[in-house]
């Protein structure tokens, strides 16, 4: 893999900060060490001075006075070490990807953490996409990236999919614009990346086939693009086996992974991680290095420890518990929307995530519907214009989410949408 054609000026343009590089070698550094170099505020000074955090299924975490001084002091920009090192052995346990062991210039599989998935993924667009650039998604796509997206000047180009995912027909279609071949001229502007979410895909809730996923990693081969396999449902998928990922199968190291820990741990937390080829995680480090400097180590630590304590599979353990709440949820919605929605609207059933998408059948644009007459009638839902790259066209679909609501609001919810949905036929 040439890894420098896929990294914009700006990203090739990054040099370590000193600085940082110094606090690396502070934390590995023996205490007899005399260090005048570093800025780090001095702990004895910081208000906070323990903590005691109590676990649903597990021994509470203490943070002693030492612990607190190092949680509230500057870390590694690419994540405190024994964090890393606990997802790098989940991450081959549940992957296995056929990188772990390449030579670093040649894609090895690298993990960095980042302030929740999003960011990571913000880091990884401006690593990559220079002004007119084309890169490929499949929409509806969470709105998030299209924002994250949009400022950087790049030509979206839309992928069809289905239930199922991207449909690989569509993929061919759109890259037989070019030939194989012309990856290696810039000038002829091939697709840099295809990013998308393989599971439980918000806002649709569709998750990909494996078959679809080998096919399309194929063409990726031969056109010589990335895939960016953001996968913050992974967790929350309700059919089992869970399906092989693209970093499984990752045989050329062209795959960047984001993952969250937000859907099953902690939103407010901001913990995400970002695997992939090792010259591209570096590129991020040093973005991070200047931008965030680093996840909260309070954050890091407190995951740290409880994933230490819990192990993978007590980890995978309340992953299950998560899942099972979720496949609930989601059967409640299915429920309510089987009793109010019938005839006026139709949904495709989840395999994973938090989310249902719903066409309303006889009105072509909702967006009035959704975001004025229903928030009279004190219901919230996202109209589907949200999820599209032209996001002014009109659309007959909404999202609804399932992971708040109790049955019984859901049930009073879609009641309520149906009377609005025939007072507007």
Known sequence: MNYARFITATSAARKPSPIRLLTEI??????????????????NMFP???????????????????????????????????????LKEFQVKLHNPPTIHYPASQGQMEIC????SQEGLCKV????????????????????????????????????????????????EILSKW??????????????????????????????????????????????????????Y??????????????????DGRVIRADSFSKVLSSGLRIGFITGPKPLIERIVLHTQVSTLHTSTFTQLLVSQLLHQWGEEGFLAHVEKVTDFYRNQKEALLAAADKWLSGLAEWHVPTA???????IKGIQDVKKLIDEKA??????????????????????YFRASFSFATPEQMDVAFQRLAELIKESL
Not at 353 to 359: A, L, N, Q, R
Request: charged content about 20%.
């Open 26 to 43: 502070l934390n590995k550094a023996p205490k007899s060490v005399i260090s005048l170099a570093a800025g780090s505020p001095n702990p």
């Open 48 to 86: 906070f001075k323990t903590a005691a955090i109590t676990i649903e299924r597990g021994k509470t975490i203490q943070f002693d006075e030492e612990m607190m001084k190092r949680a509230l002091q500057y870390s590694q920009s690419a994540g405190i070490p024994e964090l890393l090192s606990w």
């Open 113 to 116: 953490v980042t302030s929740g």
């Open 125 to 172: 667009f401006e690593m990559i996409i220079n002004r007119g650039d084309n890169i490929l998604l499949n929409e509806p796509v969470y709105s998030g990236t299209l924002e994250a997206l949009r400022p950087l000047g790049c030509n979206i180009i839309n992928v069809s999919s289905d239930e199922y995912g991207i449909i690989p027909d569509s993929l061919k």
């Open 179 to 232: 030939k194989p071949e012309d990856s290696k001229d810039h000038k002829k502007n091939t697709p840099k990346f295809l990013y998308t979410v393989p599971n439980g895909n918000n806002p649709t809730g569709n998750s990909f086939t494996s078959n679809r996923k080998k096919e399309i990693y194929e063409l990726a081969q031969k056109y010589d693009f990335l895939i960016i396999e953001d996968d913050p």
């Open 234 to 251: 992974y967790f929350l998928q309700f059919n089992k086996p869970w399906a092989p990922t693209f970093l499984s199968m990752d045989v």
């Open 353 to 359: 995530g938090m989310f249902v998408w719903f066409k």
């Open 375 to 396: 928030i009279k009638k004190e219901i919230l839902m996202v109209p589907g214009n949200a999820f599209y790259i032209d996001s002014s066209a009109p659309s007959p």
